[in-house]
T-cell receptor, first 121, second 115 residues
Framework: DAGITQSPRHKVTETGTPVTLRCHQT?????MYWYRQDPGHGLRLIHY???????DKGEVSDGYSVSRSKTEDFLLTLESATSSQTSVYFC????????????????????FGPGTRLTVL | AQSVTQLGSHVSVSEGALVLLRCNYS??????LFWYVQYPNQGLQLLLK??????LVKGINGFEAEFKKSETSFHLTKPSAHMSDAAEYFC?????????????FGQGTILTVHP
């Protein structure tokens, strides 16, 4: 299994408080992702990173920010948590396998962390 | 842009019966397709993937899937269900044009296996 840890694994917080979730990898993979999982919605991409200090928004980025100061760490911050952000959050990693003449990522899979269950009261 | 539809949010089978989980995709270019499994309170694990080449793909735990371009489908099957197969299954897609390895996931199918 890929070495991916998430912390904390469980957190209960109150509306309006800031929350930071951490994803740590030991695989030296270039790409990292944050998803949230909600019933009936599958996994939805919040933010992703394609290198140190290189991040971009996913489909549900409102209310979230990220930072990546080292290859191995990708932080997700909820600046002011709301009840709608109660969810299970997953971090994932992947690494591009360059195809000849292409700068786009290859077709390797993503590896997932164990998840963080966040409850906002 | 690509999309994925999983038909049936819940599927229930008896132990020993055929498992069939349906996935249809939409993509204007050839897709790369993935099936992931999630056991309770765990992260997602890759079951199998289709990239290029053989359209029948075999994965772990006896699962397989067939890429059918004409039907834009990538259904997951297993000849004989085990109790341990009870989990949630996700189909996902990306293409050669998708930047940074991003995946688009279906909504998931919960598989229940009855004794």
């Amino acid at each position: 299994d890929a070495g991916i840890t998430q912390s904390p694994r469980h957190k209960v917080t109150e509306t309006g408080t800031p929350v930071t979730l951490r994803c740590h990898q030991t695989e030296n993979h270039r790409y990292m992702y944050w998803y949230r999982q909600d019933p009936g919605h599958g996994l939805r991409l919040i933010h992703y990173s394609y290198g140190v200090k290189d991040t971009d928004k996913g489909e549900v980025s409102d209310g979230y920010s990220v930072s990546r100061s080292k290859t191995e760490d990708f932080l997700l911050t909820l600046e002011s948590a709301t009840s709608s952000q109660t969810s299970v959050y997953f971090c994932a990693i992947s690494d591009p396998k360059m195809r000849t003449g292409s700068l786009l990522g290859g077709y390797n899979e993503q590896f997932f962390g164990p998840g963080t269950r966040l409850t906002v009261l | 842009a690509q999309s994925v539809t999983q038909l049936g949010s819940h599927v229930s089978v008896s132990e020993g019966a055929l498992v069939l989980l349906r996935c249809n995709y939409s993509s204007s270019v050839p897709p790369y397709l993935f099936w992931y499994v999630q056991y309770p309170n765990q992260g997602l694990q890759l079951l199998l993937k289709y990239t290029t080449g053989a359209t029948l793909v075999k994965g772990i735990n006896g699962f397989e899937a067939e890429f059918k371009k004409s039907e834009t489908s990538f259904h997951l099957t297993k000849p004989s269900a085990h109790m341990s197969d009870a989990a949630e299954y996700f189909c996902a897609v990306r293409t050669v044009l998708t930047s940074y390895g991003k995946l688009t996931f279906g909504q998931g199918t919960i598989l229940t296996v009855h004794p």
